[in-house]
């Protein structure tokens, strides 16, 4: 009776722990041909809190350049997306990734990519994490501690092999950033691409940051 008792506690913990993250569910979706296709793999959230799940399908949205309430119907929303384009006068291949990429109890991130191939290769990147307390989406003046100018020069060290057209740090204007395992994703321009991914490492920038003891968000 009492290794029984010991066991029914020990469930019901992990499924009290496993609520406060969310559930997901990954929908894919594929139409057109060799020079005009729509491509798209979107990992939604399913369960989860209700704040949390609505940002986040809202930021989805945004990625997939589509208004509306459609009511978990993630099929729907796909074939949305992809009639908008393959109708938008745009000659090219689109892929669409969306995938969660970094969830701990305070907050979760999902990276989109957003690729067009045609004449040119063009990308949009966005890495965005949501706060658990009230879904809200986590800002950059939530995450760094300093001043712009410091962010710019931090993208500059950790540019690696992005294409630049800039001289130097100043000419990389940061614009979203999000918590990923061990780094932190700034969003800022690069050659080819409206958004790109410049990935610092958490445990060298961590004097620029806000910290938590508990995990990465802390406002």
Request: aromatic fraction near 12%.
């Amino acid at each position: 009776m009492r290794q029984f008792l010991i066991l029914l506690v020990s469930l019901l913990s992990m499924t009290v722990m496993g609520q406060d993250f969310l559930s997901t569910r990954v929908v894919n979706y594929k139409q057109g041909g060799k020079d005009l296709s729509w491509d798209a793999s979107v990992e939604f959230p399913t369960d989860g809190d209700t704040r949390v799940v609505a940002s986040v399908v809202g930021w989805i949205g945004e990625v997939l350049e589509v208004e509306g309430d459609f009511h978990r119907d993630w099929d729907r929303m796909l074939r949305t997306a992809c009639d908008s384009f393959l109708t938008s006068g745009m000659q090219c291949q689109r892929s669409v990734s969306v995938e969660r990429s970094y969830e701990d109890n305070d907050c979760v991130t999902f990276e989109a990519m957003v690729t067009d191939k045609g004449d040119e290769t063009w990308r949009w990147a966005d890495c965005a994490s949501f706060s658990k307390r009230d879904g809200h989406r986590i800002q950059l003046n939530e995450i760094f501690d300093c001043d712009e100018s410091d962010i710019q020069r931090l993208m500059w060290a950790y540019r690696g092999d992005l294409p630049l057209d800039a001289d130097g740090p100043e000419d990389l204007i940061p614009v979203n950033a999000g918590f990923v395992d061990g780094w932190v994703v700034v969003i800022g321009p690069a050659r080819h691409y409206t958004g790109a991914p410049f990935r610092l490492r958490y445990e060298e920038i961590v004097d620029f940051l806000y910290t938590n003891e508990g995990g990465y968000f802390s406002k």
